[in-house]
């Protein structure tokens, strides 16, 4: 469905000196450097497939799927979403395609949401019964009822990101760029998300590209990951797989009643495991043990805990994926950069 070869973006910016006069010089100035946020990128994505697209800031994740999309031309490379060229085929491929930007609405500030997804319905020529079905499909799925009355301007962040999402699929597009659309939202609006996209993905076998910075958006959705870092891809392979290949640690987090109960507490020592796979830490009240969800899972620690001492609170937190491309630049690279064909 998606063939990405060799995509390479450059960016050209020009230097800025300090100060107004330096702005102003700047105007003249012919002084640039190259940025290179994508490079020599290479991938095949099947129709049907979830896939995580994920990275540090600023690594290039936004510049790969705007390529994708049709909307920036690579410096060099090619890309095909369902054997057309995006950024040569726009509107063609405007058709088979829906993109969500969770940083940015998409949507008119002005108009009512039922006014926006009749005008999107027309742009997209979709007939009417079509139109019928989908709409009653997408209210289901993001219960969108409850606003859809309103201006756009008065919808709460959580109800924009479910219009966006719903917009974004009016035409039943084969492919759905989902750029963090789960960014700053509370767990019970995320939650709802994940739903819909796994919704839309077993029914219709849309085919998804995901970028999040919360693991857990993946851990639920996505079955493949594909890891880039400065442009350049360094891991695609199964979630499984790199789960297995860099032991993929979550942290738990226990508010204790009383700091010298939490001495008493070694879960490595405990389950005889290695300090690697399971580390325990005090910090003022809390209690924290990392550890490798392959090896022991967190009920079993925390009724070991629990059995110990008493607790008021505990969290659990995904490893973050900063993290993750450290442990993978920490191996050696025997795992790394396989091509997926
Ligand atoms: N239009 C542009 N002009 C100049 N540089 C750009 C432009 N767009 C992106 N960049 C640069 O390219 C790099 C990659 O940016 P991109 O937005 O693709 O990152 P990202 O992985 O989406 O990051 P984030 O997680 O913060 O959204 C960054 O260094 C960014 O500053
Ligand atoms: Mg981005």
Redesign the pocket.
């Known amino acids: 469905m998606i063939h990405v070869e060799n995509l390479t973006?450059s960016?050209?910016?020009y230097k800025k000196q300090p100060g107004l006069v330096g702005a102003v010089k700047g105007l003249f100035s012919n002084e640039s450097i190259i940025?290179?946020?994508?490079n020599n990128m290479s991938f095949h994505i099947n129709k049907g497939e979830i896939v995580g697209y994920i990275?540090?800031?600023?690594?290039?994740?936004?510049?790969?799927?705007?390529m994708m999309t049709g909307i920036?031309t690579p410096t060099s490379g090619k890309c095909t979403v369902d054997g057309l060229i995006p950024y040569e085929n726009r509107q063609k491929n405007a058709k088979n395609i829906g993109v969500v930007f969770g940083?940015r609405t998409q949507l008119w500030w002005d108009l009512p949401l039922t006014e926006t997804f009749s005008i999107l319905k027309d742009i997209y020529e979709v007939p009417d019964d079509k139109f019928k079905s989908r709409m009653k499909f997408l209210n289901d799925v993001l219960e969108l009822s409850s606003f859809t009355q309103g201006t756009v301007r008065t919808l709460s962040l959580g109800q924009r990101m479910r219009a966006d999402l719903a917009a974004a699929l009016i035409h039943n597009p084969k492919v759905i760029y989902l750029?963090?659309p789960t960014v700053g939202l509370d767990v019970v609006v995320k939650e709802n998300i994940r739903k819909a996209i796994k919704e839309i993905n077993s029914e219709f076998k849309t085919t998804i590209i995901l970028?999040t910075?919360d693991m857990s958006d993946i851990e639920e959705l996505s079955d493949r990951v594909i890891i880039?870092n400065n442009?350049e891809k360094i891991y695609d392979d199964k979630l499984k797989t790199l789960r297995q290949n860099y032991g993929y640690m979550r942290t738990i987090q226990i508010e204790v009643k009383n700091e010298q109960d939490a001495k008493k507490i070694n879960v490595a020592k405990n389950f005889n495991l290695d300090e690697e796979q399971a580390k325990t830490w005090i910090e003022g009240q809390s209690l924290f043990i990392s550890f490798n969800s392959t090896v022991i899972d967190a009920p079993t620690i925390l009724s070991y805990v629990m059995s110990k001492i008493p607790i008021s609170d505990m969290t659990i937190k995904e490893m973050q994926i900063e993290d993750i491309i450290k442990k993978i630049y920490r191996n050696d690279g025997d795992n790394i950069s396989e091509e997926v064909s």
């Open positions: 973006k960016f050209k910016i940025k290179t946020a994508v990275g540090s800031n600023g690594a290039g994740k936004s510049t790969t799927i705007k920036l940083q750029d963090e970028t910075h880039i442009g």
